[in-house]
């Protein structure tokens, strides 16, 4: 018989962005001990957890599955595509993720930015009429 731990994985694998309240619900628990699992996953690297808007309107917490490439770096699975970029070299490499619904996050160590697929479009517009070279200088562009 599967630990809730793994049904809550489960759960989460099926449903990426799931909140806690929906599976508390599910799995008829109390959100303090579904959130204590996930806090326990999260803290293990099992999962990533993203502050998003509920429909109310509220700030909430939604989760989703970490995978791996070859490589060990980490991956959101499986509803969007990561790649490792070299970053700032005091800082390490930075991740860049682009969901199928458009999203794009840009990941440095702890920090996170989650552009909507309007703003990503309008950032790739940006980055595309600029001149890479001519700022960076040579060499800069791939």
């Known amino acids: 018989m599967p630990t809730k731990t793994d049904q809550i994985l489960d759960m989460i694998a099926a449903r990426p962005g799931i909140r806690s309240v929906e599976i508390a619900e599910e799995m008829a628990m109390e959100a303090t001990a579904v959130s204590s699992l996930l806090k326990r996953l999260v803290d293990g690297g099992r999962l990533r957890a993203e502050q998003v808007t509920?429909?109310?309107?509220r700030k909430v917490t939604a989760y989703t599955m970490i995978g791996t490439f070859g490589d060990g770096s980490e991956v959101l699975v499986p509803r969007q595509l990561w790649s490792r970029v070299v970053g700032i070299p005091e800082k390490g490499p930075f991740s860049v993720g682009l969901a199928s619904n458009g999203r794009l996050t840009l990941e440095l160590g702890r920090k996170s930015m989650v552009?909507?697929?309007?703003?990503a479009r309008q950032l790739v517009q940006y980055l595309d009429g600029i001149n890479v070279e001519k700022i960076l200088g040579p060499g800069s562009a791939a």
Do not use: R, T
Request: avoid cysteine; hydrophobic fraction near 35%; aromatic fraction near 0%.
């Open 54 to 57: 509920a429909p109310n309107g």
């Open 115 to 119: 552009l909507s697929a309007e703003q």
